[in-house]
């Protein structure tokens, strides 16, 4: 699903923990080829190669990755990707040492052990930065709270948000931080209202996919808080 020109929905099917879900990372077009925004769980560097295909892209013509965070669902087949595509990774400075591998996951536990196969972040971020799109400038914006160094995707242009896990959708509404899964919640209320502080009149959220929603609901949520 093509969202703004050139920014393309890329929903994959995908199982964790015996659940059946579906992701979304993102593709945006930029003028040395495609840029991912995530790439799925381990093992799912097919699904996201179909899911290109079906947006009218390809893997290999991918240039590079800009991690939103941490998790394993968002960069299980990071690795892989990089390894198949020389891509250069982008991400937060605060995500770094969990990717490179001198930290553990933070939501690994005992009894769900997590990890992923590390990777050298080529390009660190602390937001701000700006990427030239097919759709116009995306902004990275450091939205903490849910993992360290989370990073949302703006395009003021197209008033599009890309906001991984900083916010959701459940049964077709915009949503906030998922308690159950977001270590710092106090902070990841912090970065909605950062949020809110941009025009957006649409979202797409890794969980639960995109909808026409953006400033006016999210202002909306932190009334309700």
Known sequence: MELAPGVHDLAI???LADREMTL???????PRGPLLLDVGLPDGVDALAAALDGAGLSLDDAWAVAVTHQDVDHVGCLA????????????HEAAVPYLEGD????????????AIDPVTVDVHLTGGETFATAAG???AVHTPGHAPGHT???FGESDLLVSADALNVADGELVGPRE????DLPTAWESVETLAGLDVARTLCYH???????TDRVEELLAER
């Open 13 to 15: 099917g995908a199982s």
């Open 24 to 30: 979304h990372p993102a593709a945006v077009e930029t």
């Open 80 to 91: 892989a990707v990089v390894e198949r595509t020389d891509a250069v990774v982008f991400a």
């Open 103 to 114: 930290e553990e996951l933070v939501k690994s536990t005992d009894e769900r052990p997590m």
């Open 137 to 139: 400038p995306m902004t």
């Open 152 to 154: 949302s995707y703006y």
């Open 180 to 183: 159950d899964a977001t270590p």
């Open 208 to 214: 639960g996919g995109f909808v026409e929603a953006g």
